[in-house]
């Protein structure tokens, strides 16, 4: 962690993009105005007429088909990610974002169409990094200007008319604003992209990047500096002008400058935020959560710690000057992004109250720092990890672990961590992972193949974390996996990446099964006054039956590993969707305990977070589900 002198006493009076959730929200009606509820991504709503009571009642009450649906048609050449958008609720409006660059509104109550916007994404080609892919968009209103902004995958940043759909055009050129300008050096559209909902603080809007961070067998550039830079940039929000530009890969003369050494800095890429970022209005702050740099499992061309890659950057919103940052991993070999917003929390440790945040990751750890200030609320220490024998690579001697809370998944691979269900079988697993690299956890990528445990997958991911207020408990979902990472040497006439991933390889053990003892995903409660944990529970039944059906004695729920999304708490209840059983589920769980109130069945796989509101006195639980040519919003309410 560093604070940056003269900066950190620093405490802004904006003016809020919109009336606060209590002037907004009644008993009658509740907005969810930002993507994850409210600017410290709790995905807290304070309702409970969906309760322990009446849930078994809960059914889908319309369903909104995408515009994705019909555009896509009969065209070939399109594979769009799964519709992971969360709408925002205004009023008796929700607004979302679609994976081919479609904005809409839709009456929050009927499910009706009120207008669509097509940004045209599509004009440009396959996007980067994972193609046609989006999270939400942002809101503004002030006086009677109310605008809906889209990060669009082809590099515009749009400002809408929320009540009609059209474009601002008083905002950049007729409503847009090209996002390939303004990096501080030529970059190619292909390889830049927005999936994430901007975050707008007072009149900037914030946004970062999806860059492709990772060369590989089949797709490689040419030269380094191909990578465009991930820098964090604000822009005003009324005329679409560039207001500052946060470099997350720091120029000469700035913060973190050298920790690039050979001045790798001017060719490296990518160190980007792709993901959601919070902010704390009061303050004037915005919380940034950057991922790895460009090549991600080979670093020896870019040594140094590489700041401000992996790394918690506050920033005043105002200027986009450096408030303070805490690197999670020094020089990332492993793709260990911070995967989702950084949840903003209010706490009372050991009598003493503090302005927190708490910042889930791949590495399963959660780093618990004061946001003003950016110290650790408990101590995290340098710890010494296992060294690369790659060339002209060097890896960290050393990587930070936090002391509380204690990792919520696992981390490193032993063989006490391996299949046991039956002596045969662990005598395969062991001779399975026999066969590569695996000094534990932090072991560097080999031409070998080395063992990855978490997975870049897993612990957390996108998914992040949700946050009650009333309780300070921090609810986590997690993956439990371990990988192979490879490394392969390339031709020089071809790429100036020296060694390039060969792709993961997911490690199964004997029958097809996960190498790892169950659980594969867990449901894991965090008491944050403490850094205790209240509860951890396997994530879904997963492969259960599939285990008995080998003549194994039931093992019980072992946590369905993949396709969950984020969790939705209310007063009483956690929700999260997954794909278990052979069915799509959307599962209430007890929040003090972890267990199943009860699941309902859903008609098709739910693929974005969840949110609730509430309009008239009636709440509401949309997800978006499916994807490519069957992408639907559904929405649930009682009868």
Same mark, same amino acid.
């Given at each position: 962690?560093?604070?940056?002198?003269?900066?950190?006493?620093?405490?802004?009076?904006?003016?809020?993009?919109?009336?606060?959730?209590?002037?907004?929200?009644?008993?009658?009606?509740?907005?969810?105005?930002?993507?994850?509820?409210?600017?410290?991504?709790?995905?807290?709503?304070?309702?409970?007429?969906?309760?322990?009571?009446?849930?078994?009642?809960?059914?889908?009450?319309?369903?909104?088909?995408?515009?994705?649906?019909?555009?896509?048609?009969?065209?070939?050449?399109?594979?769009?990610?799964?519709?992971?958008?969360?709408?925002?609720?205004?009023?008796?409006?929700?607004?979302?974002?679609?994976?081919?660059?479609?904005?809409?509104?839709?009456?929050?109550?009927?499910?009706?169409?009120?207008?669509?916007?097509?940004?045209?994404?599509?004009?440009?080609?396959?996007?980067?990094?994972?193609?046609?892919?989006?999270?939400?968009?942002?809101?503004?209103?002030?006086?009677?200007?109310?605008?809906?902004?889209?990060?669009?995958?082809?590099?515009?940043?749009?400002?809408?008319?929320?009540?009609?759909?059209?474009?601002?055009?008083?905002?950049?050129?007729?409503?847009?604003?090209?996002?390939?300008?303004?990096?501080?050096?030529?970059?190619?559209?292909?390889?830049?992209?927005?999936?994430?909902?901007?975050?707008?603080?007072?009149?900037?809007?914030?946004?970062?990047?999806?860059?492709?961070?990772?060369?590989?067998?089949?797709?490689?550039?040419?030269?380094?500096?191909?990578?465009?830079?991930?820098?964090?940039?604000?822009?005003?929000?009324?005329?679409?002008?560039?207001?500052?530009?946060?470099?997350?890969?720091?120029?000469?003369?700035?913060?973190?400058?050298?920790?690039?050494?050979?001045?790798?800095?001017?060719?490296?890429?990518?160190?980007?935020?792709?993901?959601?970022?919070?902010?704390?209005?009061?303050?004037?702050?915005?919380?940034?959560?950057?991922?790895?740099?460009?090549?991600?499992?080979?670093?020896?061309?870019?040594?140094?710690?590489?700041?401000?890659?992996?790394?918690?950057?506050?920033?005043?919103?105002?200027?986009?000057?450096?408030?303070?940052?805490?690197?999670?991993?020094?020089?990332?070999?492993?793709?260990?992004?911070?995967?989702?917003? $950084?949840?903003?929390?209010?706490?009372?440790?050991?009598?003493?109250?503090?302005?927190?945040?708490?910042?889930?990751?791949?590495?399963?750890?959660?780093?618990?720092?004061?946001?003003?200030?950016?110290?650790?609320?408990? $101590?995290?220490?340098?710890?010494?990890?296992?060294?690369?024998?790659?060339?002209?690579?060097?890896?960290?001697?050393?990587?930070?672990?936090?002391?509380?809370?204690?990792?919520?998944?696992?981390?490193?691979?032993?063989?006490?961590?391996?299949?046991?269900?039956?002596?045969?079988?662990?005598?395969?697993?062991?001779?399975?992972?026999?066969?590569?690299?695996?000094?534990?956890?932090?072991?560097?990528?080999?031409?070998?193949?080395?063992?990855?445990?978490?997975?870049?997958?897993?612990?957390?991911?996108?998914?992040?974390?949700?946050?009650?207020?009333?309780?300070?408990?921090?609810?986590?979902?997690?993956?439990?996996?371990?990988?192979?990472?490879?490394?392969?040497?390339?031709?020089?006439?071809?790429?100036?990446?020296?060694?390039?991933?060969?792709?993961?390889?997911?490690?199964?053990?004997?029958?097809?099964?996960?190498?790892?003892?169950?659980?594969?995903?867990?449901?894991?409660?965090?008491?944050?006054?403490?850094?205790?944990?209240?509860?951890?529970?396997?994530?879904?039944?997963?492969?259960?039956?599939?285990?008995?059906?080998?003549?194994?004695?039931?093992?019980?729920?072992?946590?369905?590993?993949?396709?969950?999304?984020?969790?939705?708490?209310?007063?009483?209840?956690?929700?999260?969707?997954?794909?278990?059983?052979?069915?799509?589920?959307?599962?209430?769980?007890?929040?003090?305990?972890?267990?199943?109130?009860?699941?309902?069945?859903?008609?098709?796989?739910?693929?974005?977070?969840?949110?609730?509101?509430?309009?008239?006195?009636?709440?509401?639980?949309?997800?978006?589900?499916?994807?490519?040519?069957?992408?639907?919003?559904?929405?649930?309410?009682?009868?």
């Amino acid at each position: 962690m560093r604070n940056i002198p003269g900066l950190i006493l620093f405490v802004a009076l904006v003016t809020l993009t919109q009336p606060s959730r209590s002037e907004v929200s009644s008993g009658e009606n509740f907005d969810w105005p930002y993507y994850a509820s409210d600017p410290g991504s709790s995905k807290y709503a304070p309702l409970d007429q969906i309760n322990k009571n009446t849930i078994k009642d809960l059914q889908v009450t319309w369903t909104w088909k995408s515009p994705d649906n019909e555009f896509l048609g009969n065209k070939t050449g399109y594979a769009p990610q799964p519709f992971k958008s969360t709408p925002l609720k205004i009023g008796r409006t929700l607004y979302i974002s679609t994976p081919m660059g479609f904005v809409a509104a839709i009456d929050a109550v009927t499910g009706v169409q009120k207008w669509v916007f097509d940004t045209k994404t599509y004009q440009h080609g396959r996007p980067a990094n994972m193609g046609f892919n989006h999270r939400g968009v942002g809101y503004f209103e002030r006086g009677n200007k109310r605008r809906v902004l889209m990060g669009t995958n082809n590099a515009f940043l749009w400002s809408l008319d929320a009540d009609t759909g059209l474009p601002d055009k008083t905002f950049g050129a007729n409503g847009k604003v090209d996002l390939t300008v303004g990096l501080g050096r030529p970059v190619d559209r292909s390889k830049y992209s927005n999936t994430a909902a901007v975050t707008i603080v007072g009149d900037i809007v914030v946004l970062g990047s999806v860059i492709s961070d990772m060369p590989l067998v089949g797709w490689l550039t040419k030269k380094q500096i191909d990578m465009p830079p991930g820098h964090i940039r604000g822009f005003d929000i009324h005329s679409g002008e560039q207001k500052w530009i946060f470099h997350s890969i720091p120029q000469p003369g700035e913060v973190g400058h050298d920790t690039w050494e050979n001045q790798s800095w001017k060719v490296t890429g990518s160190t980007n935020a792709w993901t959601l970022m919070s902010a704390d209005h009061e303050l004037g702050y915005v919380y940034v959560p950057f991922g790895v740099s460009s090549n991600d499992w080979y670093g020896g061309q870019r040594l140094g710690d590489n700041l401000f890659g992996n790394s918690i950057v506050c920033l005043n919103a105002k200027n986009g000057e450096l408030v303070w940052y805490f690197q999670t991993v020094h020089h990332d070999l492993w793709d260990y992004d911070l995967p989702a917003a $950084p949840n903003l929390v209010d706490i009372t440790v050991d009598g003493k109250q503090i302005k927190a945040l708490a910042q889930v990751s791949k590495q399963a750890f959660v780093y618990v720092l004061d946001r003003v200030t950016g110290e650790p609320v408990w $101590p995290i220490e340098e710890r010494p990890v296992p060294q690369s024998d790659m060339p002209g690579e060097r890896a960290a001697a050393t990587q930070p672990f936090p002391t509380k809370p204690a990792a919520f998944d696992v981390q490193g691979l032993s063989t006490d961590d391996l299949i046991d269900f039956t002596p045969e079988m662990r005598a395969e697993a062991i001779e399975s992972l026999s066969k590569y690299r695996n000094d534990g956890f932090f072991t560097p990528p080999s031409i070998r193949g080395s063992i990855a445990v978490p997975m870049d997958p897993g612990g957390a991911e996108w998914s992040g974390a949700a946050f009650d207020p009333d309780t300070s408990m921090f609810y986590i979902p997690s993956i439990t996996g371990a990988i192979t990472i490879t490394l392969y040497e390339t031709d020089p006439e071809e790429t100036e990446f020296r060694y390039i991933r060969g792709g993961n390889r997911f490690l199964r053990g004997p029958k097809r099964l996960p190498l790892l003892k169950p659980p594969y995903s867990r449901l894991s409660a965090i008491n944050l006054n403490t850094g205790d944990y209240e509860w951890v529970i396997p994530n879904g039944n997963g492969i259960r039956q599939r285990i008995i059906d080998l003549g194994i004695p039931d093992p019980g729920p072992v946590g369905a590993p993949f396709g969950h999304t984020p969790p939705l708490l209310t007063k009483s209840l956690l929700f999260v969707a997954q794909f278990d059983d052979g069915k799509a589920l959307l599962r209430a769980r007890d929040k003090a305990t972890g267990a199943l109130v009860h699941e309902i069945e859903l008609p098709i796989r739910a693929t974005g977070a969840p949110m609730t509101y509430m309009v008239n006195g009636r709440q509401y639980i949309a997800v978006a589900a499916g994807g490519r040519k069957d992408a639907r919003l559904l929405t649930l309410a009682l009868p």
